[in-house]
């Protein structure tokens, strides 16, 4: 009986072997189906259903279903887990001609995560022609494979919540970007009046757009003559065009939630804008997190912190049954986006863009002692609730063509700095030497070339000395010709190395991205004329009107340079170059700036109007094709500060100051923020 059992046994065996050589397993079958499904290949998983599941679900109930669902939900991380049949069940099944599997399934979706325990039924079927027929395991398939919920009828539903974007904030809590309630101009189509046509045009007339956009607004499917069909938005400073528009009939107003530019052009640059994604943004996005209705932003702080201002959307999954009776599949709340808190003052901002008062040119405002940025202005500006609500073909027309460029962002870009360089001149040469202080030379006329190979190029000074000239009297009469002999005598090596010391050819360590000032066009100064001439600021060292004021706090600072900060919660007073130059030759510099508007010989007298102390340095930038031309274009700079309080650094330049008094009208303009904001 032993050696009976023991031949039974094997003969069982081979035929278990046997069928799993010549005929899959239903292991082996939901193992492949189970790959497919990871994988999302629904053809490939239609093929492996029942012939019923066939008739009940043709292609377009099943691979077709499966993609729309998976798609709008956007599925990922799928994960189809299961037993392996023990060999007891592996017998039963190739007994029977069915096998289960308890599975589950896992993944991840627009609303969270997702999970759910369900069952499949394979059964052996005869599937090919009679003359090639096989026998295989089929899926006996259902809609529950999807979502059980679903499993007998009903449809799937997801609902999106948009999250709060997140505020610019100024350091006090003053807004700079925030959602406030904006006029969203509507049209009820049955109420147009007689001429229509007429109605539409005036309508378009008054909010900057086309006919043919307010008829693609009127043409949407879902829209009925009695239903108000949302057209544009305005902002909240348009009133006269609102009152306007409430004449004509079928027009509505409502108020809605939008984004507001509290100081509209004065930080145009600054905060940027935000404005519907485009074809081109979508390419760059996140498509997961993006879609073609979404507002997104734009240049400035608006596109640098979008991540953190667009927060997340919140999604509901929902299964609808045949009398509307909702289960919830999967849920996630909105997440708000985050509050920007920066450094700027609103105030500063706004003194500052106004004191332009229609000149271009840009300027920064700092704390010396902490490196925290308090305004940063490009003028003109421009209205970026234009660009925000939909900016009409008219008036970009007029913006591109304005000759003033109010779409370039002065504040990120460099210019030559001029005589406000000379500072940096004579930190570099004290601290390597090539300055003594009390030092004066002899310096004869107005005019001073180095010999035959200079040619007919001379270095030019506005007034003359009548005694040696030191360092503090260069700075104060902003002597050209003695930075250019101290330039020259200190050769090129080590002039460009003290300026790359102050963060020349190096990126500014800064949330906003804004050129890097350069000493020339190489980086290096290969010759005695473009020595001499960057000693002074011209040449062609450039510079932003950020990282000018930054150079200026060494001399405020025991020597240490200071690292800029956009952000309120940045560690504030920061070194960004340790100890530059000496506290003493800080002292001196100090002193000479202070003279340079006390002086009578000084070049900032202007500044004597305020009723305190301030102390600073101008700078003429000449824009000249050769250095003798005549009626060349001239900007205007001025770093200027309060000698005592030291609490605030402004780096001005104006454009085009050569028929205005040259620096003196940026040293009215930056004395004038300062009493302002004093």
Not at 228 to 243: F, G, M, Q, R, W
Not at 324 to 339: L, M, R, S, W
């Amino acid at each position: 009986m032993k050696k009976i059992a023991i031949l039974f046994s094997f003969i069982l065996l081979l035929i278990i072997v046997g069928c799993s050589n010549n005929e899959p397993t239903p292991q082996e079958r939901f193992d492949q189906y189970a790959d497919h499904w990871n994988n999302q290949k629904f053809s490939e998983m239609y093929k492996m259903i029942t012939s019923k599941s066939e008739e009940t679900y043709p292609t377009e109930k099943f691979v077709d279903r499966y993609k729309t669902i998976y798609g709008d939900l956007n599925i990922s991380d799928l994960e189809v887990s299961y037993k392996k049949l023990s060999e007891d069940q592996m017998e039963t099944a190739m007994d029977k001609g069915t096998a289960q599997f308890p599975f589950t399934v896992k993944m991840e979706s627009i609303a969270g995560p997702i999970s759910f325990d369900y069952e499949a039924t394979l059964i052996r079927e005869t599937s090919g022609e009679d003359d090639e027929s096989e026998e295989n395991w089929f899926v006996k398939w259902d809609p529950g494979f999807i979502f059980p919920e679903i499993k007998d009828g009903a449809e799937i539903r997801l609902e999106t919540t948009e999250p709060k974007r997140g505020e610019i904030l100024d350091r006090n809590r003053m807004p700079l970007a925030l959602n406030d309630m904006v006029n969203e101009v509507g049209i009820v189509p049955e109420k147009l009046g007689d001429d229509p046509e007429q109605a539409k045009q005036k309508i378009a007339d008054l909010l900057g757009i086309s006919i043919e956009t307010i008829n693609n607004s009127l043409n949407q499917d879902w829209v009925k003559p009695n239903l108000n069909v949302p057209i544009k938005k305005l902002p909240p400073s348009a009133e006269d065009t609102v009152s306007q528009l409430l004449e004509i009939n079928g027009v509505s107003i409502r108020e809605v939630t939008g984004r507001v530019y509290p100081l509209g052009k004065a930080a145009s640059h600054l905060t940027g804008y935000i404005s519907q994604v485009t074809a081109e943004d979508m390419e760059e996005l996140d498509s997961d997190k993006y879609d073609a209705n979404d507002m997104v932003g734009q240049r400035g702080l608006e596109s640098l912190f979008e991540k953190k201002l667009k927060g997340e959307k919140g999604a509901k999954i929902t299964a609808i049954d045949e009398n509307d009776g909702e289960t919830v599949i999967a849920e996630k709340e909105a997440q708000n986006g985050d509050n920007i808190v920066t450094t700027i003052n609103v105030d500063i901002q706004e003194a500052m863009y106004n004191a332009y008062d229609g000149d271009t040119g840009t300027g920064a405002a700092i704390n010396p002692k902490t490196g925290e940025t308090l305004a940063l202005v490009s003028s003109p500006g421009f209205a970026p609730d234009k660009f925000l609500y939909g900016i009409s073909q008219s008036d970009y027309k007029e913006l591109k063509n304005d000759p003033k460029k109010p779409t370039l962002n002065r504040f990120s870009a460099t210019f030559a700095p001029g005589s406000a360089i000379k500072p940096i001149t004579a930190a570099i040469g004290l601290n390597n030497g090539s300055i003594v202080p009390g030092e004066g030379i002899e310096i004869n006329g107005l005019t001073w070339s180095n010999g035959e190979d200079w040619g007919d190029y001379e270095v030019r000074r506005v007034s003359e000395s009548n005694a040696p000239v030191d360092v503090t009297d260069a700075l104060i009469r902003s002597d050209n010709i003695y930075f250019a002999k101290k330039g020259v005598e200190m050769g090129s090596e080590k002039l460009v190395k003290g300026l790359e010391q102050f963060g020349f050819g190096e990126d500014l360590p800064f949330d906003y991205p804004i050129t890097a000032p350069s000493v020339s066009s190489s980086g290096s100064i290969s010759d005695e004329v473009l020595l001499a001439n960057t000693s002074y600021g011209q040449g062609e060292i450039e510079t932003s009107a950020l990282h000018l004021a930054l150079t200026y706090t060494p001399f405020l600072n025991d020597g240490d340079m200071l690292k800029p900060t956009m952000l309120a919660d940045a560690e504030q007073g920061e070194v960004w170059k340790e100890s530059l130059i000496t506290s003493d030759q800080a002292k001196l510099i100090r002193e000479a700036l202070q003279k340079v508007v006390a002086s009578e010989k000084g070049t900032a007298t202007a500044a004597k109007s305020a009723d305190f102390p301030i102390s600073g340095k101008t700078g003429t930038a000449e824009l000249k094709l050769t250095a003798d031309a005549e009626n060349g274009k001239e900007n205007g700079w001025f770093v200027g500060y309060p000698s005592d309080d030291q609490d605030i650094l402004i780096a001005m330049m104006v454009e085009n100051t050569q028929d205005k008094g040259g620096s003196s009208h940026t040293v009215e303009k930056v004395t004038d923020i300062l009493k302002e904001v004093k």
